[in-house]
């Protein structure tokens, strides 16, 4: 769509990989829905950007989806949530990486900066901010 729109375009994948080389970042851990996680919208911007990435381990990817789908988004949300992500976080940080990309606009409901180990990268709030720069 980028090519053909009129309009300028902002892509969540370019402006998280983007971010993440100004922070000096190299791996990235992903996070979100299986969909997302096993697509290469995240992996191609990554790449485009020079870094590296990783992703959970299918279990890991299916307890996270599952997450996602069936507590977050219909608003349910339970002491069990932030103790299931902070250990596939952990996974990821056993793998190399550096940050974890919050692929999933829900995710930011339990994790932030202060209670994940690693850096995050929210896509929400990170395309938010690009579109206001972009406005302004």
Known sequence: MQPRSPLPWLHIAQVVAQEARRRGLRRIGLLG???LVASEVYPEALRAQGLDFARPSPADRAEVGR???DEL???IR???QL??????IASLQAQGCDAVALGCTELPLVLDDGNSPLPTLDSTRLLAR???ARAI
């Open 78 to 80: 339970t002491p069990q």
């Open 83 to 88: 103790p299931a992500l902070t250990r596939v």
């Open 67 to 69: 997450i996602i789908m």
């Open 130 to 132: 690009a579109a206001l």
């Open 73 to 75: 988004v219909p608003g």
């Open 33 to 35: 829905t299986h969909w």
